[in-house]
């Protein structure tokens, strides 16, 4: 379940950008090579800096400069900061800031690309990065993983892609090679228009990776995102490119207290695909009860950030009030999504296997309760909710919280959506021809995903949808059906005004389970898909608003969680 509108086309791109991922052999290196950076700068007496020509846009790019290319007038203009750097072809002055300075040698063009002497634009960029003219490799100081991520960027963004792969390390080879890049750089070039210059750099890093954070300015309204992991020997481990660009326009909400509690980042799981994530402990002394939040569809990070919304980090903290604690974890679509992309990748690879691992970690991790372990899972990752209820099984599960879980299939849900959609533009008055397309194609595909003939052993050739296997193991999954045959008891929550799984659902819960006598329900008039309040009918378009989960769904799962054992 998408959670961005249109909510069909974030499940085609999201679909994809999984198919582009595909494991493939490992592309040789480029012309640039990365692993050069270990040996730092080259120096002016190594070089002869004042004479060396470096390639000028790879190097600007490097630094976070903007290329611009005048070709009636033969000149090369570059934007940092506040300076602006022009230079022409064939001659050995330039102007900054309109002050025109000396270059040493006249700028070149060779093989379509301009080159300028290496000390002007270490200078004028204020760069640290140098050229090897001799081996033609571009050589980055150890640990400057902005340039080494702008580096990869603009080799792949100019088509280089033998020399982007080069800067990969050997695990993400084998799972993203060059003509993979190929496509990639297309499909975003077809959606933005091209990518002309970089906005702005950042930096984080998690228990996992050192994180990039690349913006670039396209010739769309919206900018290009990309981040950019590494290993801690300053290798890219993977790439994250969102499938649209968002805001962060989230507030804390003001049950957020931050005295009330303490946050720790944690590993989950070890390896190649191991997850970053926090653990939010109660201030007061524990073991405490402890939840498993478990996201939705599409690669969501720790807080589930939708918009202006982070449910799971509004639920972390106000349990946290409440004296439970939270693990939250980002997602293995997103933290690795070239890596974790295979041509079987499942629902239990996607959400199941790290979930029911989560569980079994908290078993043995100080200051928590090991007897009162709970799971909550929302949309998507509430339909899975039973199985992970069936998956751990050397620990105990005190229960589970299913948020806006639908009971019927993945496929029928997301049909289910599209109406939606076109049910409420007719309503308002609104052109809907693409939305009939859409729906039109979604019935297509469903046809297409629930006829017998076709298997995991046997995928449909015709199915619109990148990674057929994962739609092929999921179809006609029925999450009350499983949830029948148990009995850990739960808690499901539905918000009464959610455009993504709606409201009857929680009544076909409710009929699937009435046998049972350990299942709690609650309907919140207003909630929408990320429980949050909206006054008018909701479509999604909400979500870019700043919303907060209210407080009474905090107390109520709160209240569940302590008096259930």
Known sequence: MKKHLPIWQSAVIASMLLAGAVPAAAASAGTVNAETAAAGPVSASDTNAATVLAPLRLVSETAGAKVAWNNEERTVTLSLGSDTITLAIGKSTALINDKEVELGAAVQIKDDKTFVPLNFLTEALHTAVSWDPQNGKLIIPKGDLKAAASAFASHWLQGENESAVSYFNSDLKKSLNANQLTYISQYYTNMYGPITGQLGAGTTSNSVHENVYLTYETQSTLPFQMTVRFDKQDRIDDLYIPPYYSPDTYRKPSYDDSGAYVEKEVTLGEGRLALPGTLTLPSKPGPHPVVVLVHGSGANDRDESIGGS?????????????????LRYEKVTREHPFKSATPAFTVQDETVADAVYAVNQLAKTEGIDPQRIFVAGHSQGGMVVPRVIDGVKDVKLAGAVVLAGPTNSIEDVVLEQSKYQLEVSRERGLDTSILEQQVAFWEQQLKLIKDPQYSVDNLPKDLAL???YWWMDFRNYSASEI????????LILQGDNDAQVLAYHLDKWKEALKDRTNVEYKLYPKLNHVFAEVDEKSTGAEYNEPANTPASVIKDIADWVKKTK
């Open 310 to 326: 982070k449910l799971f980090r509004d639920m972390a903290v106000g349990l946290a009030a409440q004296g439970i604690a939270t």
């Open 466 to 468: 990148s990674n057929a």
């Open 483 to 490: 949830a029948k045959k148990q009995d850990k008891p739960m």
